[in-house]
C-alpha cells in the first residue's frame, strides 16, 4: 500500500529534493508550504496546499482530509545571523509553529515525524568529528530552536507515542543531478551558490569570512552533504518509523572536512572559471570546523551516501546554477 506522506515546506531547498524522492519510489505527496521562501515550481509531484502550519484549522481540515502515514518538516527559519537579531520569528516559527504542527498530529493520530534538525544545536565543537553524544550547547536562537524541539520529540515520543527522527544536517549542499531542482535563496547567504554565482560572473566576488582560524589554510572546515543524499537519509527514517523505530537523532555528514578555500578551488576547477576572492572578518557564531561523524545513520537507518565527493557536490551545484 502507498504511504501517504505530507511535506511541511516541500517547496523549499530541501524539502523540494525530498518530494521529488518520494515521487520516485511512489509514494503520495501533499506539500504544504506558505512559499514565503520556497516556490510552487519546485514541487514536481504530489499535491500543493499553499497555507501555514500556524493555521491550526486548516491544519485540522487537512488531517481530517487525508489519512497521512508520516509528516516530514522543512520548514523553518534557518539563518544564523538573523536569529540573533529577530528571536522573535525563530521562536514563533521554528518552536510555536511546530508544535501547532505536532498538535494537529496528536489530534489526529499521526505518529510518526521526520524533522529537519542541525549541527547548530552543538554549538562550538569540544571534539571532531562530531557524534550525538556531543554535549547539545547551541550559541545561538537559531539551535536553541531546533535544540528545544528535539527535546520536546523526546517528551512527545514518551507521552503520546508519537515517534521521530530528527536529522542534523551538517552543511547541505548540491542539487539534484538531472538539473530538474537546485537551491534557491532569496537573498543567498551560503557558501556552495554565492561561490557558484561568481564564476557565473554574477557576482563580483566572494568574500571569505576569516582565514585566521585554527585550522590548515585559516579558513572554516565544514562538511558538505549532498542533497539528494540528505533526501536519501530521510527516505530511510521514514522506513526506519514505519518499522516500529523509536525517537531517535541521527547526523548527518560525510564526514570529511573542506575549508573555504577548498571550496573556492573546487568551484574553479569544476567550472574551468575564475572566481574572485575577498577576506572578510570572521561571521559571528562560525566555530572554525564542523565534521559529522554519521555512523549512527549508517548503522541504524543503513543510510548509503552516494554522492560524497565535494566535486559531485558542486559538479550537481554547477549544472543547476548555470541553467
Ligand atoms: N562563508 C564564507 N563566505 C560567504 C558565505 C559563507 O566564507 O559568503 C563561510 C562561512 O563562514 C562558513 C562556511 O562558508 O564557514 C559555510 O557557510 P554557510 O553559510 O554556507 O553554511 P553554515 O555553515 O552557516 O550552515
Avoid at 51 to 73: K, T
Avoid at 219 to 244: F, K, P
Amino acid at each position: 500500500q502507498t504511504p501517504h506522506i505530507l511535506v511541511v515546506g516541500g517547496a523549499g531547498y530541501i524539502g523540494s529534493h525530498m518530494v521529488w524522492l518520494l515521487g520516485q519510489r511512489g509514494a503520495q505527496v501533499t506539500v504544504l508550504d506558505n512559499l514565503s521562501t520556497g516556490h510552487r515550481d519546485a514541487v514536481l509531484c504530489g499535491r500543493l496546499v499553499e497555507g501555514d502550519m500556524a493555521d491550526a484549522a486548516l491544519l485540522d481540515r487537512l488531517f481530517a482530509q487525508h489519512r497521512f502515514d508520516a509528516v516530514m518538516h522543512f520548514a523553518s527559519c534557518i539563518q544564523v545571523g538573523e536569529s540573533v537579531s529577530d528571536p522573535a520569528k525563530y521562536y514563533v516559527n521554528n518552536v510555536g509553529n511546530t508544535l501547532t504542527l505536532l498538535g494537529a498530529m496528536r489530534e489526529h493520530g499521526v505518529r510518526q515525524f521526520v524533522f529537519s534538525s542541525t549541527a547548530a544545536v552543538f554549538g562550538e565543537p569540544l571534539y571532531s568529528p562530531i557524534d550525538e553524544q556531543h554535549p547539545r550547547a547551541p550559541i545561538n536562537p537559531y539551535g536553541r530552536t531546533k535544540w528545544m524541539i528535539e527535546q520536546a520529540l523526546d517528551d512527545y515520543g514518551h507521552a503520546y507515542g508519537l515517534r521521530s527522527v530528527s536529522l542534523r544536517y551538517f552543511n547541505a549542499a548540491g542539487a539534484h543531478p538531472d538539473g530538474l531542482l537546485g537551491e534557491r535563496h532569496e537573498p543567498e547567504t551560503h557558501l556552495v551558490p554565492l561561490v557558484l554565482q561568481a564564476a557565473a560572473g554574477r557576482r563580483p566576488h566572494v568574500t571569505v569570512f576569516g582565514c585566521d582560524y585554527d585550522t590548515p589554510d585559516g579558513t572554516c572546515v565544514r562538511d558538505y552533504i549532498h542533497v539528494m543524499d540528505l533526501a536519501e537519509a530521510h527516505w530511510q527514517a521514514l522506513r526506519y518509523l514505519s518499522e516500529g523505530g523509536a525517537t531517535r537523532a541521527f547526523n548527518l555528514g560525510n564526514g570529511d572536512g573542506y575549508s573555504v578555500q577548498q571550496v573556492v578551488d573546487a568551484v574553479r576547477a569544476v567550472t574551468g572559471r575564475p572566481v574572485a576572492v575577498q577576506v572578510g572578518p570572521r561571521r559571528a557564531g562560525d566555530p572554525a570546523r564542523l565534521v559529522a561523524n554519521a555512523a549512527l545513520a549508517r548503522e541504524v537507518l543503513r543510510w548509503r551516501p552516494r554522492h560524497a565527493s565535494l566535486e559531485a557536490i558542486v559538479r550537481d551545484a554547477w549544472r543547476w546554477e548555470s541553467r
